[in-house]
C-alpha cells in the first residue's frame, strides 16, 4: 500500500534514511546524503506540504517525496532534457528491507503523470540500474543549491514513439 506520510511517521521515517544510508555505504556510495541529510525538519516540511508518501507491508518500508511544480536545480543541465513540458520530480527515496520496492514508486509516479524528473549521485550504482531499467533515461548533469553535481534522469511516457 502507498499512503501520503504523517507526521506519526516521523521517527519510523528518520531509521529508514539511516538505513538507507548503509545501503548506500555498503555499495561503495560514501557521500550521498552526508552531514546529517536529510534533516528531520526537511521530512517534517515534506509531510506538511503532503508530498512525502510511504510505500507500507506490515510496517513501512520505503519513502519518497514526489515534487510537483518546477525545481529549481533542473533549470540548468549539462545535456538536455525530452520535454519542458510539466513535470513531478522524485526525491528523497529510501528503503529499509523489501524487494522491488523502488519500482513500486516509480509506478507510483508514473500513475500520477506522464513525465518525471529524478537525480542521484554518481555513485549511486544501485539507482542509477533501477532508473535505467524502469525506463529513466540518462539526460546530463544538474547541480544541487551547494554547487554539488547529480546525475539527472527523465521518464517521458511513450518517449520511444
Not at 113 to 127: G, P, S, Y
Request: hydrophobic share 35%.
Amino acid at each position: 500500500m502507498i499512503r501520503k506520510a504523517k507526521i506519526e511517521d516521523l521517527k519510523e521515517l528518520m531509521d529508514i534514511f539511516e538505513s538507507a544510508k548503509m545501503i548506500m555505504r555498503k555499495s561503495g556510495n560514501m557521500t550521498q546524503w552526508s552531514d546529517g541529510y536529510p534533516q528531520k525538519e526537511l521530512i517534517e516540511q515534506d509531510i506538511i506540504k503532503g508530498q512525502l508518501y510511504v510505500i507500507e507491508e506490515d510496517e513501512i518500508e520505503a519513502c519518497f517525496v514526489l515534487q510537483t511544480g518546477e525545481d529549481p536545480t533542473y533549470a540548468y543541465i549539462e545535456g538536455s532534457w525530452l520535454s519542458n513540458s510539466p513535470y513531478i520530480t522524485i526525491h528523497r527515496i529510501a528503503k529499509r528491507g523489501g524487494h522491488d520496492i523502488f519500482k513500486k514508486a516509480l509506478s507510483f509516479a508514473k500513475e500520477k503523470i506522464d513525465h518525471l524528473r529524478i537525480d542521484t549521485h554518481k555513485d549511486n550504482v544501485i539507482m542509477r540500474h533501477v532508473l535505467e531499467s524502469n525506463g529513466f533515461m540518462y539526460r546530463g548533469i544538474i547541480y544541487l543549491l551547494d554547487g554539488d553535481p547529480r546525475l539527472a534522469y527523465e521518464y517521458l511516457k511513450d518517449q520511444d514513439k
